[in-house]
């Protein structure tokens, strides 16, 4: 799966051994903080040729922040879904870190119990389901 390609509104053009222009955006940094009360996001973009996959050494990083996400979240939709998205991606990797922690532990013991056993291919069984859910492949 290749990023989207971000359209930068001000292209950049730089001299370099050849002039090489910079039409879209790379994201270098991405950071999301939120509770019941307050959230906000700051990002920062480099200038990037999508096409060549190159991004701009000489030119400056742009900083955006979002001081209130939720606010944004409810006026623009697509806001809202990616973060949703962000959201169940992080449950998703919590829920399979968890589940393959607890398999591992198990499948160390040497002699096990009948209700290890069990635990075992239960855990089994809920990694499998989980991984189902969100479509995910071994």
Not at 29 to 53: C, F
Request: glycine letters at 2%.
């Amino acid at each position: 799966m290749s990023l989207p390609r971000i359209p930068s509104l001000e292209p950049v053009t730089e001299q370099q051994k050849a002039v090489t222009e910079f039409p879209d955006l790379f994201m270098t940094l991405l950071v999301m903080r939120a509770d019941a009360s307050q959230s906000n996001v700051r990002a920062k973009l480099k200038p990037y040729n999508y096409d060549a996959g190159v991004i701009s050494t000489d030119s400056a990083e742009k900083s955006l922040t979002v001081p209130d996400l939720y606010k944004e979240a409810a006026r623009v939709p697509v806001l809202a879904q990616a973060v949703g998205a962000l959201l169940e991606a992080v449950i998703f990797l919590s829920q399979e870190e968890t589940l393959v922690n607890k398999i591992e532990t198990l499948e160390q013991v040497e002699d096990k119990t009948e209700e290890q056993e069990t635990e075992l291919t239960t855990l089994n069984m809920q990694l499998g389901d989980l991984r189902t859910a969100y479509n995910v492949t071994n």
